[in-house]
């Protein structure tokens, strides 16, 4: 019986030039297969992002199986930087090169070749769900949480899910992701009054405050970690005035910070930080600070049980390699698939992720097929 290469598929998915939002042909790919395999699918577009749904198996079964994954792929940087063709899937000395090689390309064309052979070969009892988006390296907004949206109204449900977003450091099998940090980012504005230089006394820096700020904010320690998870971080991003002039001090002066924070905060607890703060340097300076913020995701948590349980046993009977349960890292979209049902991430390595040049493993494709057909053998039996 024919087996579905996932090194071939990965190819053919590289040569789609999907830079966010172009569907570029790469979920055209996906659903011509995936419905020769006998699966229903359904695009689900909003904005101007392309998303895919594919189902195999009866609506509302007890037992349903999701995968997750994107198919859009970050800017190539300087074109003239890279040594091959962005999209042009050449391969080298056991490497398959290509903007999305790491990132995801390799991920989503494992497990949808995972699944196409197991629907085939070994007809489950239950369903199995593929959500592939469009819209994972841009603001997110219309993909895996449109798919999110369709699903509810259509009465689609997951009984759990596995996101095959790159986890693995530096070796094959050693990590996986039971949770993620929060993300936030915050853009003060600080007034004071504008003045001459030279006369310091007869205005009012805001500079002076934000640089107060700033340090303030930069030097606390928000926690020092939490079971699961690291200790919570907060990065100085830019201190701005647009000032060219060197007689003047400027009426107005903007700032930025990101937190990723752990279980221990909300994003509704770390905007009133911020604000206390913020009304303290006011008091001290006589300044008037304004504040906006964007919560990109909270923290959240799929407890270790079941499902890493399931993911860890395939992963160490194809590698050899029992993976650690991790949080770190940036953030994903089983932010959003964690409302749905229960969630975690696996995948391949991914140092190469967003870089000129990149790559993967010929070996590691193969080698993440097998272990998704082992996850969803050991799940259905």
């Known amino acids: 019986m024919s087996t579905t290469d996932p090194v071939a598929l990965t190819a053919a998915l590289i040569k789609c030039p999907s830079i966010t939002p172009e569907e570029g042909g790469a979920l055209g790919i996906l659903q011509a297969e995936l419905e020769r395999a006998g699966f229903q699918c359904s695009r689900v577009d909003r904005g101007k992002v392309s998303n895919l749904f594919a189902r195999w198996g009866d609506r509302g079964h007890a037992r349903s ?3 997750n994954g994107h198919t859009d792929v970050v800017p190539l940087g300087n074109p003239d930087d890279w040594t091959v063709p962005p999209f042009g899937a050449e391969v080298k000395d056991g490497y398959l090169y290509g903007r999305g090689a790491t990132d995801m390309k390799s991920g989503v064309a494992a497990f949808a ?4 052979d197991f629907v085939t070969q070994t007809p ?3 369903a199995l ?3 592939i988006t469009g819209d994972e390296e ?4 219309d993909g895996t949480t449109a798919l999110l949206d369709w699903m509810d109204k259509n009465n689609e449900a997951m009984s759990a899910c596995l996101v095959g977003e790159p986890t693995c450091p530096n070796h094959m099998g050693e990590m996986m992701k039971i949770g993620r940090r929060g993300s936030m980012t915050a853009w003060f504005k600080v007034e004071g009054e504008q003045g001459h230089s030279a006369y310091p006394h007869r205005a009012n820096n805001p500079l002076n405050a934000m640089a107060r700020l700033m340090d303030r904010l930069g030097s606390h320690q928000l926690d020092s970690g939490t079971e699961h998870f690291d200790a919570s971080t907060l990065a100085v991003l830019s201190i ?3 000032n060219p002039a060197t007689n003047v001090i400027p009426a107005s002066c903007s700032g930025a910070v990101n937190i990723r924070f752990n279980d221990a905060h909300s994003g509704a607890s770390l905007t009133k930080w911020l604000q206390e703060e913020a009304a303290a ?3 001290t300076f006589g300044t008037t600070t304004s504040l906006k913020v964007k919560i990109s995701g909270e923290s959240f948590l799929t407890p270790p049980g079941p499902l890493s349980d399931l993911v860890s046993s395939a992963v160490a009977a194809e590698t050899g390699v029992t993976p650690v349960l991790s949080t770190t890292g940036g953030t ?3 932010r959003f698939v964690k409302n749905h049902c229960p969630v975690v991430e696996f995948g391949l390595v991914g140092k190469t992720m967003h870089q000129v040049d990149e790559r993967v493993e010929l070996t590691q494709i193969t080698q993440l097929k097998s272990i998704y057909s082992r996850i969803l053998k050991d799940y259905f039996a």
């Open 113 to 116: 070749a995972a699944a196409i």
């Open 281 to 283: 340097i006011d008091a």
């Open 65 to 67: 199986f999701g995968f």
């Open 129 to 131: 769900i593929l959500t």
């Open 124 to 126: 489950p009892d239950g």
């Open 240 to 242: 701005d005035t647009g």
């Open 138 to 141: 841009g603001e997110a907004i």
């Open 332 to 334: 994903s979209d089983a």
